[in-house]
């Protein structure tokens, strides 16, 4: 173990003033903030704090119904008889606009969500720019995007975005679906919303034409009612596999398209001849950006025998000098567990790994007295019928799992329901390719771990769900082949 | 004395061999008029998940063969096809009630379809996967890859050309197949089996159920190793919604019931619809 460092960080916070937040939010319909058919509202809180940040409107049915109407119009009327290159141009401007009030967007990302600000800065929103840059060069290249001369906009697209990337989430979705000639219905997650609430003003900056985005934020209830609405022509879910399932029957039947964007349980593969200083911080990174709060994370470490001992040391070192604390301060690394509800999840699933045998050790840190908060944790001596290694936990716990040979690594890392994502570590090149081969997930990080750029194609295997994000594949998804 | 023709003995085709249904059960095959043309066997429950477990076994081999290997391959059943052309003909002749030539054309155009996906094997990738280019300094390749097992219910009308239509596009790419039959029109169902037994093609890569589809489809929509589904032949509304509904329980890939004219080129969604995008990333310069 390490010794406490020898200096200590001096505070470093990034200051709020920059963001106004409303005391009160209503619903984005049709180009303007309107008020939900119900008196019905939740708070939004810093999982940081629990200070209450904002109210926030619950929107029903009815609220849903006017929604789709708006997005139904907009897409008869102006979306859909736009040439793209007009389009295109809408999208450019958006995407300036973020980059404008970059800074604005991530303190009340960090704000609302609990990230450190280091992250909201440097990862999530630079990506959300880019996403709406990215496609907004799309929209007038519509027929190279392989699927005919003439390929068509599903229409209104339905969208449901979680909580651990609130506004990347939303750009994922907006971006591709508009580009494509859709318009939109986007839900935001209930512990999130303030970022796309925000981003409807930028889309009113922007002069987009009234109805193309609208936001409605709720919780199940509202998502639910989105799905099932009947003039909503795609649905698109990034969330659990349980909702995934949810979703996917509720369509059947129906001529909704579907993509799903659902959970997973990384495997993160070290061999013997991993650079190691790399392989750590790739571990690290892997599991514990954003808290453990990401579908792709690195979850299961396994590992070589012959270097474990070396790796698990040089692991804990390094999880010595993780920062956990206020989202705002800007050496922060690891910030606020989401949700209350959340925080009780991890805690019960890791007092499962505990009465299951499996040894816990976490870096000796304080952790701020207000607020959610769950320490850095590794879980050694874990098998593959752990529940911690089956389940996906979504926070920063890393189970660690051993192997003796590549063929051992790779059947362990497939025996899984999942397969999104998966890492390998080696300096052999042709072990990389061998395995990202064998491996059964959509995205293989080798020698790296968590990078996403829209140009990428993202998304899962089995039941992380299907359909995929990001790239020429991310546009598909929001258009058709033309058929007579 | 006139001689006595030798009739054949109609079975399933599970795995490279021809059993029986376990269930013991056959059904008549009729032709168009309505006159007896054979026993079919009619698959059950148990004869599905034969053929899934067949499938799933012939996967790894099949999906890791090289492009060029399953390409020759599906050309050699091309080659067998064609040898078999004039009892193709009959057959889709009485079981669909065509004229002579309209048969020949259905079956040629099968054939040719089936050379036209063979050609396919090794293109797709090229043409669906993509070298991204990333902002940071990372090598980003984006590879289509077979789903796994495909579970498919044949086109009721089209009894050799929708077939075809619906289980070359499966397996080019690598992935292996169940494919129930149309229930009243198996017979170049079977034919096409023993086409297929000769031609290389790994025993279990494809697996032809003939039965009924309402009686099938559902232990295949349920079951958790099928990843896909192609429902190209359900023609009943609330049965597509019922399997469409079964198969979320560990999210397959759905292809739903639309009219399609087998008789025009069918592009590639077919093909895409059972590919996952594979994305691998490494860095540049460390």
Request: with cysteine; charged share 20%; proline share 6%.
């Given at each position: 173990m390490a010794d406490k460092p020898i200096f200590e960080y001096a505070p470093a916070p990034q200051s709020r003033s920059v963001v106004d937040i409303r005391s009160s939010y209503g619903l984005f319909i049709g180009g303007e903030f309107v008020e939900g058919a119900s008196a019905a509202s939740f708070k939004t809180i810093s999982p940081a704090t629990?200070?209450?940040?904002?109210?926030?409107?619950?929107?029903?049915?009815?609220?849903?119904?006017?929604?789709?109407?708006?997005?139904?119009?907009?897409?008869?009327?102006?979306?859909?008889?736009?040439?793209?290159?007009?389009?295109?141009?809408?999208?450019?401007?958006?995407?300036?606009?973020?980059?404008?009030?970059?800074?604005?967007?991530?303190?009340?990302?960090?704000?609302?969500?609990?990230?450190?600000?280091?992250?909201?800065?440097?990862?999530?929103?630079?990506?959300?720019?880019?996403?709406?840059?990215?496609?907004?060069?799309?929209?007038?290249?519509?027929?190279?995007?392989?699927?005919?001369?003439?390929?068509?906009?599903?229409?209104?697209?339905?969208?449901?975005?979680?909580?651990?990337?609130?506004?990347?989430?939303?750009?994922?979705?907006?971006?591709?679906?508009?580009?494509?000639?859709?318009?939109?219905?986007?839900?935001?997650?209930?512990?999130?919303?303030?970022?796309?609430?925000?981003?409807?003003?930028?889309?009113?900056?922007?002069?987009?034409?009234?109805?193309?985005?609208?936001?409605?934020?709720?919780?199940?209830?509202?998502?639910?009612?989105?799905?099932?609405?009947?003039?909503?022509?795609?649905?698109?879910?990034?969330?659990?596999?349980?909702?995934?399932?949810?979703?996917?029957?509720?369509?059947?039947?129906?001529?909704k398209k579907v993509t799903l964007e659902l959970g997973g349980k990384a495997a993160n593969i070290v061999f013997d001849d991993a650079p190691v200083d790399q392989a750590v911080d790739g571990i690290v990174n892997g599991i514990f950006f954003n808290q453990g709060h990401v579908c792709c994370a690195g979850s299961r470490l396994l590992v070589q025998e012959s270097v474990y001992d070396e790796l698990l040391d040089r692991l804990k070192r390094r999880m010595t000098t993780l920062r956990v604390g206020d989202p705002l301060d800007k050496n922060t690394d690891i910030g606020a567990i989401n949700s209350a509800e959340q925080l009780a999840r991890i805690r019960e699933l890791s007092a499962i790994g505990d009465a299951e045998g499996a040894e816990r050790w976490s870096p000796p840190c304080e952790l701020p007295a207000n607020g959610f908060w769950f320490a850095p944790t590794i879980f050694t001596g874990v098998t593959q019928a752990h529940r911690i290694a089956r389940e996906e936990i979504f926070g920063p716990v890393l189970s660690v799992l051993t192997f003796r040979t590549p063929a051992e690594a790779v059947e362990k890392a497939n025996n899984t329901p999942y397969g999104l994502s998966a890492g390998v570590w080696t300096e052999k090149g042709s072990r990389i390719l061998s395995i990202a081969n064998q491996l059964r997930a959509g995205v293989v990080w080798a020698n790296t771990f968590n990078k996403f750029d829209p140009a990428s194609p993202f998304g899962g295997y089995k039941e992380s769900g299907y359909g995929r994000e990001g790239g020429k594949p991310g546009l598909a998804a929001y258009l058709t082949e033309e058929s007579n | 004395m006139a001689r006595l023709d030798v009739r054949k003995t109609y079975k399933l085709y599970i795995g490279g061999a021809f059993p029986r249904s376990e269930s013991g059960r056959t059904y008549e095959a009729l032709d168009a008029k309505g006159r007896f043309l054979a026993n079919a066997a009619q698959a059950s429950r148990k004869d599905a998940r034969d053929a899934v477990g067949a499938a799933r076994k012939a996967f790894g081999g099949w999906s890791t063969r090289t492009p060029y290997n399953r390409g020759q391959i599906l050309y050699r059943t091309a080659e067998m096809l064609e040898g078999r052309r004039?009892?193709?003909?009959?057959?889709?002749?009485?079981?669909?009630?065509?004229?002579?030539?309209?048969?020949?054309?259905?079956?040629?155009?099968?054939?040719?379809?089936?050379?036209?996906?063979?050609?396919?094997?090794?293109?797709?990738?090229?043409?669906?996967?993509?070298?991204?280019?990333?902002?940071?300094?990372?090598?980003?390749?984006?590879?289509?890859?077979?789903?796994?097992?495909?579970?498919?219910?044949?086109?009721?009308?089209?009894?050799?050309?929708?077939?075809?239509?619906?289980?070359?596009?499966?397996?080019?790419?690598?992935?292996?197949?169940?494919?129930?039959?149309?229930?009243?029109?198996?017979?170049?169902?079977?034919?096409?089996?023993?086409?297929?037994?000769?031609?290389?093609?790994?025993?279990?890569?494809?697996?032809?159920?003939?039965?009924?589809?309402?009686?099938?489809?559902?232990?295949?929509?349920?079951?958790?190793?099928?990843?896909?589904?192609?429902?190209?032949?359900?023609?009943?509304?609330?049965?597509?919604?019922?399997?469409?509904?079964?198969?979320?329980?560990?999210?397959?890939?759905?292809?739903?019931?639309s009219e399609t004219d087998w008789s025009t080129e069918p592009g590639i969604t077919r093909m895409t619809a059972f590919l996952e995008t594979k994305t691998v990333w490494h860095p540049i310069g460390v």
């Open positions: 629990e200070e209450v940040l904002a109210e926030v409107t619950e929107a029903n049915a009815e609220d849903v119904d006017r929604a789709v109407a708006a997005a139904r119009r907009a897409y008869t009327r102006v979306w859909s008889r736009m040439p793209g290159a007009e389009r295109a141009k809408y999208l450019y401007r958006i995407a300036r606009i973020i980059a404008e009030r970059a800074r604005e967007f991530a303190v009340l990302e960090s704000l609302d969500n609990g990230k450190p600000i280091k992250e909201s800065r440097d990862a999530d929103i630079p990506l959300v720019a880019q996403w709406f840059f990215y496609y907004a060069g799309w929209a007038d290249k519509l027929a190279y995007a392989g699927l005919g001369t003439n390929p068509k906009a599903h229409g209104v697209a339905g969208q449901i975005i979680p909580w651990n990337f609130p506004l990347m989430m939303l750009a994922w979705k907006i971006a591709p679906a508009l580009a494509a000639g859709n318009t939109v219905v986007l839900k935001p997650a209930e512990t999130t919303p303030l970022t796309a609430l925000l981003f409807a003003e930028v889309c009113q900056q922007a002069d987009l034409p009234p109805g193309v985005v609208n936001i409605v934020t709720g919780a199940g209830a509202t998502g639910q009612a989105i799905v099932e609405h009947p003039d909503v022509d795609k649905v698109a879910f990034t969330g659990s596999t349980d909702v995934g399932k949810a979703i996917a029957r509720s369509v059947a039947g129906t001529r | 004039d009892q193709f003909i009959s057959e889709v002749k009485a079981s669909e009630g065509l004229t002579a030539a309209q048969a020949a054309r259905a079956v040629d155009a099968a054939i040719d379809r089936w050379v036209w996906y063979a050609g396919w094997s090794d293109k797709l990738t090229q043409v669906v996967g993509n070298a991204n280019p990333v902002s940071t300094p990372h090598f980003n390749l984006s590879t289509p890859e077979p789903t796994g097992v495909v579970a498919v219910v044949a086109p009721q009308d089209s009894s050799l050309l929708g077939l075809v239509s619906v289980i070359a596009p499966a397996i080019v790419s690598g992935n292996t197949v169940v494919v129930v039959s149309s229930y009243e029109r198996p017979l170049p169902a079977i034919t096409l089996s023993e086409v297929l037994a000769t031609s290389d093609l790994p025993g279990g890569v494809v697996n032809v159920l003939t039965g009924d589809a309402t009686e099938i489809a559902p232990w295949l929509a349920s079951h958790r190793d099928v990843n896909a589904i192609d429902l190209a032949g359900v023609t009943d509304e609330t049965l597509a919604a019922e399997l469409e509904e079964a198969s979320a329980d560990n999210l397959k890939r759905v292809v739903r019931p």
